[in-house]
DNA sequence: CTGTTAGCGCCTTCAC
DNA sequence: GTGAAGGCGCTAACAG
């Protein structure tokens, strides 16, 4: 027996009696007109031989691909459902979205993978704008295929119209003034180097929050990649010296839960004396013991607003309402970075009653 | 100006003054033998048109594509490591990894991504086995690609060869042992119906578990998803009555921190009144509190297993560590289910000392 | 060593 | 309505 290759447009023709063109007016529903008949017999022939188009061949031939790329510093989280949402999104526009892991922000691993969807001539591509992917991205991407950002600081113009960020900054305002004004005598913010580009913008709405309280109140940046957890809580407690309660304000929930299992190590009670607030607002936060007061990350509307502006860049058509929004808030931009809140979740990590 | 297109191979050879095979063969590093100056000079084509191959043209000329597909049921937690590992084994040999997710199982999801992996003609497809998509993928697959299930029960044998299965009735069987050598005088499971064929596993692991004490033991089955965490809990404490300690094994460290929350709440100590254990040794299992006892999953060796099969499938070769290792596994393998071992890491919700 | 020439499977005018 | 023919970008013999 040969092998069974799979049936091409040529063997449906054949099949059905009919010629190619034909064939391929059926099966992309073009509004050519054509007899019920003919369709009919183009449809049968279809099933039987099990026919499945090669999208290779079409793309290749239409010179477009129908497809899009997403890469991720790593799935997990905030950003798994990011993709999910994306994909879903895109589907509605009629694009398909592979998405790529970077494996933990492995430069090669994303270069790798960005060179494979621009090889297969993605339409576009979207990316996180994290780490040190900016060089590479730019080389790559050239001025080919539209791309948009998130989550990314930094970038020059040149390489993206557009850089959708959720606004640390301000959350991390926010966070500060909550303990400013619920009693804190010393606030800190923990963090991760390896954070980069997010733990800055952390950082610097941190210490803004402070505004004029900087001179008065005692504070710190810990580093919890470089301290450790224990390390870092013991710093924040020695800076501190008597003053209770402190805040802790950390770069995300995993952090911060951590910190709590060390505070109850210590017999030190959160929130009386050490008040906490992550970032992500993960599943664990509302379960966690305290549950831990979070920022909840808006992947709906960011991944909204991505899909609606790459689809812009392509000349394409998006739902009425995505478009609105997309305008609404491009119209309040400042640069080329667009902002998206997010919202804090009161839990018991800083308050108790 | 019109648009700058992609340089072809036509563009490179021009450009360099050759044909275009030679720089087919350059490209592609064929053995063939040729002028140090003529690959100098192709090269230098390439990098000053930026010329990218189209995988399009090349898989549709050689009639492969040299890329894998991935189903998992969502990204996030053990099924995100398993995708990462799985595309740098692939890599290694030579193959291109897709991830999809069924975003929280949608068969219709599903249904979508392998279609379009097909009509991408890839060379070989892995899926998670959960829920519905037997049939689909049946149908779907057909005699043509090869394909390797993991994590499912329940598939004919015409359909896979081998499922690479976790062995959750083992680690079940053993969470219950523990229970019953530690003092615990009433035992029960809490899982989710949607668990499915993985739910299964581990009830039944649990009740064999109990062996011949099902008949002395206070036990019983908890179904999270109909009764609420709350209620499920309330279940257990009113089966057991006075009762104490009692050990619950739940379908995940997600339940079982929620559990933790719950008793918490109600004034109810853990380990003390109340044992845990949980399963898939989740990032937060260990910081929580109390830490949680689970099961670690081995995704090294199972991706490794699987991309070993599925290589041997398609008639590739391995490397030798994975082949000896995949040649023991089938060697004790009981009928196309390949059974891996998960270790139980103990931790405060199990003791206290 | 290098160039020529058929395809790969499908789309897309342009006649009939 | 339907069919014939050229082309998309690249590979793979096969000559030279």
Known sequence: MKKNKQATIV???SEAGVSIATVSNVINRRKVPMSPETIRKVEEAVVRLGYRRNVMATNLSRRRSNELGLILPHFGGYYGRF??????RFHSYGYHLSVFSAAGMDPEVETRHIE???????????SHGLAISMHSTQQLVGEGTPLVIFNGWGWPNEITKLTVNLD???ASRQAVKYFLSHGCQAVFYAGRRKGMGANEQRIEGFLTGLGERAETIVHALLDAGELGVAGALEEAL?????LRPIGIYTFNDALALELIAECHARGIRVPEEV???GMDNEHFAKASIPSITSFEMPVELQTRLVAAFLMRQM????DEESAMLLDSYLAQMKGHELLIDMEMVVRKSTHNE
């Not at 000349?315 to 998006?318: F, H, L």
């Open 11 to 13: 063997d449906v023709a």
């Open 83 to 88: 993709a999910e949402k994306l994909e879903q």
């Open 168 to 170: 640390f900054a301000k």
């Open 116 to 126: 494979h969807l621009l090889q297969r001539r993605v339409d576009g591509l979207v």
């Open 275 to 277: 008040q906490l607030i």
């Open 315 to 318: 000349g394409e058509d998006v």
């Open 238 to 242: 020695r800076v501190s010296g008597e």
